[in-house]
DNA sequence: ACAGAGTGATTGATCGGTCACTCATTAAAC
DNA sequence: GTTTAATGAGTGACCGATCAATCACTCTGT
């Protein structure tokens, strides 16, 4: 019984992530969605009192999955370069292998349908990323640039490489990623 | 009657602009656009047959102006930098001096309202653009990666520069564009 | 072993409201 | 006087959300 709520949850998530991405937030209606996971009009209201608790909801899980997938094996790297490619790598690694969540994060990470509570509470997530940086800077690694700018430029040309790789499709994806890490990293770098 | 024509199609424009990038393009009806505009509801399908139809003018306005400030005064500098650099003011000048413009063009380049033919006869007016990172790889100013890896990372960093400034509010915006640009140039030069 | 009351998830018909778009009428321009 | 632009009430379709009925399943007493 547990098991089949989650799946439900899960499907309505699923199903919501697929059409939010496709077609927008007004442009898709619940009835979509819940046709999409396979569930009546009305159990979608059971599990996600309103449409916008339901987007909110699928924006905090994306982003939470972005968040750890980003982390992953960082602090296991040696020299602080390596440490910032392999975020680089984990995050446009996740952006080719999760198309629609990534669209997803893009399209709606500026939207107003997205509370800024919610918004509050997925930055706390990405704290570590923002740590990283700072200590490049105390430590001279990285360029005199204020620490957002070197965030934003990071995270924002991981995403270009993303967008690149899905649509210039280019033989060597590897040597795609590895491309774009060595233009920020000449870029940001002392 | 020319003119009031042009009035009333200019401020259906304008209305558009302002309410698609504030609330999105389902989440604005044609009737708060007409009043927005000051006219009635029935006058905006006269300029405009479907919503769609004014969502792909708007898109094709807003891009060609960029288009036009991004060119300016580029042929006139005399170094290869200082092309790239010229080009790199403009746009970032005309992000933070077009707000809501700038925001539309981010919201809406890959949205499923904007038809491929939109996007096709829009992209012919950045021939200059695209011509001139060729050129930069031809005699060796640029670093040895795909153009259109190249014109992606520089145009979506200067999106995000201009980002930057509009949301951390630096005390000094045009140290906040130099550090920009030497990071993107540093980036993609050899 | 089993009847049947109890429980909470699930359903879909239904609601008031809003949507994009139409069209008969009016007003303006020449 | 004729043409052209502007109007806004009206249209059927669809929206998010509700809720009484139904369902699958558990538990208890015998």
Redo the contacts with the bound molecule.
């Keep these: ?1 547990k098991k ?2 989650e799946d ?1 949850k899960a499907a309505l998530l699923e199903a919501a992530l697929k059409l939010f991405t496709e077609r927008g937030f ?1 442009g ?5 969605i819940s046709k999409e996971a396979g ?5 979608l ?3 996600f ?4 608790d339901l987007i909110n909801g699928l924006y905090f899980e994306v982003k939470g999955e972005l968040s750890r997938k980003m982390g992953k094996d960082v602090q296991t790297q040696k020299t602080y370069e390596e440490k910032l490619k392999k975020m680089w790598c984990n995050l446009v690694e996740w952006g080719i292998e999760n198309q629609d969540k990534f669209l997803f994060v893009g399209q709606f990470c500026s939207s107003p349908y997205i509370t800024s509570h919610t918004r509050e509470v997925v930055m706390e997530e990405y704290v570590f990323f923002h740590d990283l940086v700072t200590e490049g800077l105390a430590n001279g690694e990285l360029g005199d640039y204020p620490p957002e700018m070197i965030t934003s430029i990071f995270y924002q040309s991981s995403r270009t490489i993303v967008d690149y790789i899905l649509y210039s499709e280019p033989q060597d994806r590897n040597k795609a990623i590895e491309d774009g890490f060595q233009i920020v990293w000449k870029g940001v770098a002392k």
């Design positions: 019984m089949q709520v439900k007004h898709t209606s619940t009835a979509q569930v009546a009009t009305g159990t209201f059971n599990y009192p309103t449409k916008e």
